[in-house]
């Protein structure tokens, strides 16, 4: 399933959705319906050979409100002289939560008490899938969050990270048509790079659109 990486000082951080597996009525694993995964799992490397394993951060036992922790994107961000970690977070198909931290292995707290993103804002009613999130730091100290499911929208975040600034804009029109979902963004000798998975027919490849 979907990760996300931070890098930190000297050290790469990966988040990745802690998939459960499940079980019948006699032990035996069937097919994953992706509803009981509600922790992420975070590994670190300085050197990309050798990772240290951190456990578990619990999602859902810090964001109350949420029943799932699936397809996470990490963010840190100097505010006000402080280095903060973010972990945005897709609830199951439904929208999409944050949790914060002073240091990227946590604690990691609910600091809004509800979804970032929501059905019942504009824009999100039309989406399928409230799900993959993206985030980009600019080298400005902005930073803009992405987000999909047959249905790609995007929109600035404020300097607290923890709130949308601004419109929402629809970003799925202008690609070719057989997007679907897991977007990520970043940049790379001043230009915009958006990666995700391209559907054509019976074939999915990875694709790439750009910006100034």
Not at 39 to 66: P, R, Y
Not at 88 to 110: E, H, N, Q
Request: charged share 25%.
């Amino acid at each position: 399933r979907r990760s996300s990486d931070l890098v930190y000082g000297d050290t790469v951080y990966f988040y990745m959705t802690a998939d459960a597996y499940e079980y019948d009525a006699a032990g035996n694993i069937i097919e994953n319906s992706y509803q009981k995964i509600k922790s992420l799992n975070v590994v670190s490397t300085k050197d990309m050979i050798n990772f240290e394993d951190h456990g578990e951060v619990q999602v859902t036992k810090s964001a109350k409100w949420a029943n799932n922790s699936w397809a996470p994107a990490a963010a840190w961000k100097n505010i006000d002289g402080k280095d903060k970690f973010f972990l945005y977070f897709a609830d199951a198909g439904g929208g999409i939560g944050v949790l914060s931290a002073d240091s990227p292995l946590g604690p990691f707290t609910d600091p809004i008490g509800k979804g970032l993103i929501r059905r019942d804002m504009p824009n999100c009613g039309n989406v399928l899938w409230l799900f993959d999130p993206a985030v980009l730091v600019d080298d400005d100290g902005k930073a803009y969050i992405y987000w999909s499911g047959m249905g790609l929208r995007g929109c600035r975040l404020a300097d607290n990270m923890l709130e949308l600034e601004g419109e929402q804009v629809r970003l799925d029109e202008p690609l070719p048509e057989g997007f679907k979902e897991g977007p990520f963004a970043f940049k790379r000798n001043g230009r915009y790079y958006l990666t995700y998975p391209w559907v054509r027919k019976d074939t999915e490849t990875l694709a790439y659109a750009m910006s100034d």
